[in-house]
């Protein structure tokens, strides 16, 4: 029905919607769903866009509870609608009419949940009777879906003859296994529809042409998946037996084959027997290809499936902060590759039934990983609610919907806070939506997620947004993979496949059984790596840690004979009694031992108290010359220390009058110093001025002068000046006043001189501290007397000539105050030599005395360091005999404790050699024997 409206019906005329009924459907919940699909027209008015048609389809319409006098609120909504027309809306009771809606629904047969529906109600619909398909049909349906699908895998019309067989053995199965194994309250879950074909025809359509190579393969594998389906589900070893009987059967007569040579790969007796169906596994997990169509094909060495599954693990484990605990065993690896299998067909959901600690849980985690799924799991809290929950499943499904992300939505049984998180959880599994679970614009981004894909990569093609949800939708059910683990202890597990039947219709049942013995000792070995005991020890405590639990199973039976109270030997009682066993050893064994160690501490220390004692009376004898000796080398050396000390004190004395000496020299030398200084400060300022005039001239002002024909008479008398300080010679010319005579002229050599372009440097570069008497005799008797030479006069007449004439007389006053400085400059010259000297000696004496202080300070050191080791000496003396006195009294008072603490040391050692046993005894106690009578 559900195809034929979403592809059959015209969408331009009619709006198809679905509805899912389940035992604890409501009204409210009913008619928000309903009126969600709908839209509103006007004020009380719903119905779908003008001039279209809503049809929505109920499916399982008849399974809402009864209330207490008989009525089911949904159905009597239903019909109110078909008697009236209107509902009445949730909040303000106003009536609300349905416009342009077509109902159509299903029910099934009247069993289990399923109710009675009324005439009053049915009379509003025609009504048709689908019987139930024969064998023929089942034939005809499920031969051309193997056909299509193998087809598809590669394989040509070969297997044809085969598909025949797989197909009437499955119904042979399927109708025996409804005949033979009928649901009682321990089996609630023996239920079965055609939807275990369906089951076991996905899980033949994995198989590749690759892995085929003769048609037993086909045999294994319809034998593999059958038992998948109807097999993994049984409680009981009649019930087993029964189904692996009726399979050899199916397999000799239908598909004529040998059922013993088929499987003789499984065991190496013969005949087969039921026991060894537990090697036959098919996984793709082996293949390493990075493919969604990935090999499937049969293990045929186990230990290959539990080194990948272990790699895995490892890889989980790195990236995770929950980490992976499982012990690998045979058992643990079944249930592992049957859980692969599951997620590995698409929409593949799974019912995993067992006790707490059987493992559910992590193997589900692990197989996940295997292949890649991503793992979900809510996370309940104190307020954990309706919000939080819906908002989780809107996580899941557009994580697997929107983008097309195998997800594994993993759900306990202590994890159902509400009743309705199962209602949720069953209508996922029947339909692969929670209508009314996204909001229009939640809804608007969904399908842009997936609108491409939907269009095939066409974004030209235009489809309807029902179309495109409805991919949205079928991708979830492909992509979501529910793990439900649930607990067969108690009425629990049966309430809820009576209330929610899609935990069984729609989820492949895997039932974990005890452990088998293997299982048993890999895990106690596995916990009690870490335990501190002998292999022997620990292979005995495996042992008995099995025996407990075997035999505690054993005793639950006949308990439950006797009194009609079940108590139930878990899985997890046996994970405590190893984790307790493990915990409590290490624990113990830690306290005896410490306990042992303070009494051995305890016999060393009096042990070591005897041997220090006669080895301090032998230090204290070895010590004795050493002190002896200490003694005579302090008082040597106090008498070297005196003597050195009265010369160091001499040669100080002698070194210090010398320095008086030099500081008396010093002083007279420094006062010489200070009077040339003081008389040099009163030349130098104006022979500096002096340079300072010559370096105002200028090449062009000497130049000017040279050129002067007739000079004016102070120019002469100034350049006759310059050529006396520079010892230029005059010229001799004739005398113009007194013919036939001749006189001396400067002006001659003047404008020579004048002429040297050095002129200026080589003036200011004169020897001014060694000029001639007889010069200087000449400049102060003819030139400095002349009234007009001055410089302000000069100026008159040359500026050139102003600098020169301040340059001479510069040079005069200069020359005057170094001819008076001399003498004091040599006295100078000689106060600082014998200074000097007198230092030089004085340096001596101090090097000497230098010399001495550090030899009496060497002395000094060396009588410390003596003085010290005799100290020394002596604490070790008082401390030897200050521990001998107390060794001694240590020894007499202990003597008699020494035998009391060897006895008890003795006794712990006893102890912790026991506790293995002592400690294996008291957790089994607690693990197993609490819930049973004295008697038992």
């Known amino acids: 029905i559900k195809n034929y409206m979403m592809n059959k019906l015209s969408l331009d005329k009619y709006v198809p919607s679905f509805v899912t009924f389940t035992t604890q459907t409501s009204a409210n919940f009913t008619q928000e769903i309903i009126l969600s699909k709908l839209i509103k027209r006007k004020r009380g008015v719903y119905g779908p866009p003008s001039g279209k048609v809503c049809v929505i389809f109920v499916d399982d319409m008849n399974m809402p509870v009864k209330e207490k006098y008989g009525a089911q609120p949904p159905i009597e909504l239903l019909r109110q609608f078909f008697d009236h027309g209107y509902w009445h809306d949730l909040q303000d009771t106003t009536k609300v009419y349905l416009k342009d809606i077509l109902l159509l629904s299903a029910i099934g047969p009247t069993s289990g949940s399923k109710q009675d529906e009324y005439m009053r109600f049915l009379r509003h619909f025609g009504l048709f009777a689908i019987n139930s398909f024969d064998d023929e049909s089942i034939t005809n349906i499920y031969s051309t879906l193997l056909q299509i699908g193998l087809k598809k895998k590669g394989f040509a019309l070969e297997v044809v003859p085969i598909i025949d067989s797989i197909i009437k053995s499955t119904i042979n199965v399927y109708r025996s296994a409804i005949n033979n194994l009928a649901p009682t309250p321990a089996k609630s879950h023996y239920l079965f529809n055609i939807r275990d074909i369906s089951k076991v025809t996905n899980g033949i359509l994995l198989f590749r042409k690759e892995s085929f190579s003769n048609r037993k393969v086909f045999v294994r594998l319809w034998v593999h998946e059958v038992m998948r389906v109807f097999y993994d589900r049984l409680i009981d070893d009649n019930d087993r037996c029964w ?131 991503n793992v979900f799991q809510p996370d309940i809290t104190k307020n954990y609610g309706l919000t939080e929950w819906r908002d989780n499943l ?153 025996r407990f639990h075997v035999d505690a199973r054993r005793l639950s039976l006949e308990f439950y004979s006797a009194t009609r109270r079940r108590t139930y030997v878990t899985s997890a009682s046996y994970l405590d009694l190893i984790k307790a066993y493990t915990d409590c050893t290490n624990r113990k064994q830690k306290e005896i031992m410490e306990a042992k160690m303070r009494y051995v501490g305890g016999l060393q220390e009096l042990e070591y108290a005897t041997l220090q004692v006669s080895q301090m009376k032998e230090d204290l ?35 210090q009058e010398d320095e008086k000496v030099a500081n008396v020299q010093a002083e007279a030398a420094n006062e010489l110093k200070t009077e040339c200084e003081a008389d040099l400060a009163l030349a130098i300022p104006v022979l500096e001025d002096a ?141 600082n030599a014998e200074y000097e000297a007198t230092m030089t000696i004085l340096e001596e004496k101090r090097n000497e005395v230098k010399q001495l202080q550090e030899r009496l300070d060497s002395l000094k050191d060396r009588l410390q360091e003596t003085v010290l080791n005799k100290e020394k000496l002596l604490a070790e003396v008082a401390l030897c005999e200050s521990k001998l006195i107390k060794a001694e009294k240590l020894i007499g008072s202990l003597g008699g404790e020494k035998h009391r603490w ?32 004295s008697h038992f």
């Open 394 to 546: 809107k996580t899941i499904l557009i994580e697997s919907g929107g983008e097309n992300r195998p997800t594994v939505f993993l759900f306990a049984e202590r994890q159902i806070k509400e009743e309705y998180f199962l209602q949720d959880i069953d209508v996922l599994l029947n339909s692969g939506e929670l209508p009314n679970l996204f909001t229009l614009d939640e809804q608007q981004i969904i399908l842009e997620m997936v609108r491409l894909a939907a269009q095939g990569g066409n974004r030209n093609l235009d489809i309807a947004p029902l179309v495109v949800f409805n991919y949205f939708i079928n991708r979830c059910k492909q992509n979501l993979h529910i793990c439900l683990c649930f607990s067969p202890i108690g009425s629990s597990l049966r309430n809820y496949l009576r209330l929610y039947p899609s935990l069984v219709s729609c989820c492949t049942i895997d039932w974990f059984n005890d452990w088998p013995d293997d299982a048993l000792q890999m895990v106690a070995y596995k916990y009690l790596i870490d335990v501190n005991l002998t292999e022997k020890i620990k292979n005995s405590a495996v042992t008995v840690c099995q």
């Open 902 to 933: 060897a006895l008890r040391a003795e006794e712990l050692q006893t102890n912790y050699d026991c506790i293995p046993g002592d400690i294996l005894i008291s957790c089994g106690i607690i693990a197993y024997l609490a819930p049973f009578t």
């Open 691 to 831: 340079i300072d005039a010559l370096n105002t001239l200028k090449p062009t002002d000497i130049t000017l002068v040279k050129s002067m024909k007739n000079p004016p008479e102070m120019v002469k008398t100034v350049m006759a000046a310059v050529c006396v300080m520079k010892g230029v010679s005059p010229d001799k010319i004739p005398d113009p006043n007194k013919p036939g005579q001749k006189i001396l002229d400067y002006w001659g050599p003047s404008k020579r001189i004048l002429g040297d372009i050095n002129f200026l440097q080589r003036l200011k570069e004169y020897d001014k501290d060694n000029i001639p008497s007889q010069i200087m005799a000449i400049i102060r008797k003819t030139y400095l007397p002349d009234p007009n030479f001055k410089p302000p006069i000069v100026a008159k007449a040359s500026s050139a000539a102003e600098g020169l004439c301040k340059w001479i007389i510069a040079l005069d006053m200069y020359d005057k105050v170094i001819k008076v400085v001399a003498p004091k400059k040599e006295k100078l010259e000689i106060a």
């Open 621 to 655: 004898f070895k010590l004795q010359p050493q002190l002896q000796q200490a003694q005579k080398d302090t008082e040597e050396m106090m008498v070297m220390i005196s003597r050195e000390t009265v010369e160091v004190e001499k040669a100080t004395t002698r070194v």
């Open 243 to 373: 189904l692996f009987n009726k399979i050899r059967v199916c397999v000799n007569t239908n598909f004529q084959e040998m059922f013993d040579v088929v499987f003789n790969n499984l065991s190496d007796s013969s005949p087969i027997v039921c026991q060894d169906m537990s090697n036959l596994l098919f996984t793709n997990i082996m293949d390493f290809e990075i493919s969604e169509n990935k090999k499937y094909e049969e293990l045929l060495s186990l230990s290959n499936f539990e080194e990948k599954a272990q790699i895995v693990m490892d890889e989980y484990n790195k990236t995770h902060d929950s980490k992976l605990n499982i012990v690998l065993f045979k058992y643990a690896c079944e249930h592992l590759s049957r859980i692969c299998r599951i997620l590995t067909i698409p929409g593949g959901c799974a019912l995993l039934v067992g006790v707490g600690g059987s493992g559910r849980q992590s193997l589900t985690r692990l197989a996940a990983a295997m292949c890649n799924f």
